[in-house]
């Protein structure tokens, strides 16, 4: 039997989840998040670290510096903007904030 599928069910693609730190807040519903990844080098099998920044929408503001967040891949909403915040994950702590 064919199966039916439900018309109000949206059925979406996988999308991109990563996981990293809010670098700065400043901009308006923006936030920019750096994502670490670790690797071993191709050649020489060294563990390098390589960090890439995201901007990312976040609609009530509540990400701050220093939090780590949790953000998804999303259409594009600005000319940098292509993620979104969907947690915050961890809160950074008031001296990590001053220093």
Excluded: C
């Excluded at 039997?1 to 990563?18: C, F, L, Q, S, Y």
């Excluded at 670098?23 to 519903?29: A, D, G, L, P």
């Excluded at 990312?56 to 953000?71: P, S």
Aim: glycine share 4%; hydrophobic share 35%.
């Amino acid at each position: 039997m064919a199966e039916t599928v439900n018309p109000t069910e949206v059925v979406r693609g996988n999308r991109k989840v990563r996981v990293g730190e809010v670098v700065s807040n400043k901009m308006t519903k923006t936030i920019v998040v750096r994502v670490e990844r670790r690797f071993p080098h191709p050649q020489y099998k060294k563990i390098v670290t390589a960090y890439k920044k995201f901007y990312a929408h976040d609609e009530k503001a509540e990400a701050k510096i220093g939090d780590t967040v949790r953000i998804e891949e999303t259409r594009p909403l600005s000319k940098l903007k292509r993620w979104k915040l969907i947690e915050v994950v961890e809160r950074a702590t008031e001296t990590a904030v001053a220093a």
